[in-house]
Nanobody, 122 residues
Framework: QVQLVESGGGLVQAGGSLRLSCAAS????????MGWFRQTPGMERDFVAAISWSGTNTRYADSVKGRFTISRANAKNTVYLQMNSLKPEDTAVYYCAAGSFSTVISGTSGSWGQGTQVTVSS
């Protein structure tokens, strides 16, 4: 199983940018698809973006298309989420997930990080 630790969250003004990182430990990282989800209080965890183990396939939620970019560096066991043109509605705790491409997108993968808070002020 992959252990995941997110970082890079913080407070940013609307229109600004942040880059989240998710550092993974474990030998299966390079063969795992990775994803990002986000959650606000009282709401379910929502899919944001996913990337296949090779990096050739990506998928995004409609709400972030054109603003967020997911990427990975297998040599560093790290996946990134570049977030541009941030909006107040992007405020949430962001979680990293690992698994097969389908389980990552569906949110049913078994490996999750502890989350990092992103707050976008208006």
């Amino acid at each position: 199983q992959v252990q995941l630790v997110e970082s890079g969250g913080g407070l940013v003004q609307a229109g600004g940018s942040l880059r989240l990182s998710c550092a993974a430990s474990g030998r299966t990282f390079s063969s795992s698809s990775m994803g990002w989800f986000r959650q606000t209080p009282g709401m379910e965890r929502d899919f944001v973006a996913a990337i296949s183990w090779s990096g050739t396939n990506t998928r995004y939620a409609d709400s972030v298309k054109g603003r967020f970019t997911i990427s990975r560096a297998n040599a560093k066991n790290t996946v990134y989420l570049q977030m541009n043109s941030l909006k107040p509605e992007d405020t949430a705790v962001y979680y990293c997930a690992a698994g097969s491409f389908s389980t990552v997108i569906s949110g049913t993968s078994g490996s999750w990080g502890q989350g990092t808070q992103v707050t976008v002020s208006s």
